[in-house]
């Protein structure tokens, strides 16, 4: 949505703020600040997406952040969440596995005490 020459002269300044006023015009974006104006990460340096959220953790922002995952090493969000979904239903299956496979060797110990 930015010309080159907007996306090359993106500073934190008060040019930077005509920018984004020029661009919110031509862009559709549903959530706005309480003023009205377009929402901006200080961080990231660039707009925010409806539904996005800046993760501390990875450094970006996220569409429709969910949370920064440990065991993924990464943020669920809009992308990846099927597979976080798939990753958890797997999980569950292979311990729900793990436990069928190990009862037969539990009830043998408990057997012969």
Same mark, same amino acid.
């Given at each position: 949505?930015?010309?080159?020459?907007?996306?090359?002269?993106?500073?934190?300044?008060?040019?930077?703020?005509?920018?984004?006023?020029?661009?919110?015009? $031509?862009?559709?974006?549903?959530? $706005?600040?309480?003023?009205?104006?377009? $929402?901006?990460?200080?961080?990231?340096?660039?707009?925010?997406?409806?539904?996005?959220? =800046?993760?501390?953790?990875?450094?970006?922002? +996220?569409?429709?952040?969910? =949370? =920064?995952?440990?065991?993924? &090493?990464?943020?669920? &969000? @809009?992308?990846?969440?099927?597979?976080? +979904?798939?990753?958890? @239903?797997?999980?569950?299956?292979?311990?729900?596995?793990?436990? +069928?496979?190990?009862?037969?060797?539990?009830?043998?110990?408990?057997? =012969?005490?």
């Amino acid at each position: 949505y930015l010309t080159e020459d907007e996306h090359l002269n993106m500073r934190a300044t008060d040019r930077d703020k005509e920018i984004l006023q020029s661009v919110s015009a $031509r862009v559709n974006v549903q959530e $706005r600040t309480t003023t009205g104006a377009m $929402r901006y990460c200080d961080i990231c340096k660039c707009i925010k997406p409806d539904r996005a959220h =800046h993760c501390s953790m990875c450094m970006q922002c +996220v569409l429709k952040m969910d =949370h =920064h995952c440990p065991w993924v &090493g990464n943020c669920v &969000g @809009f992308t990846n969440y099927k597979y976080f +979904v798939l990753f958890l @239903f797997y999980t569950c299956l292979y311990t729900l596995f793990i436990t +069928v496979c190990c009862i037969p060797d539990i009830t043998n110990v408990w057997r =012969h005490r």
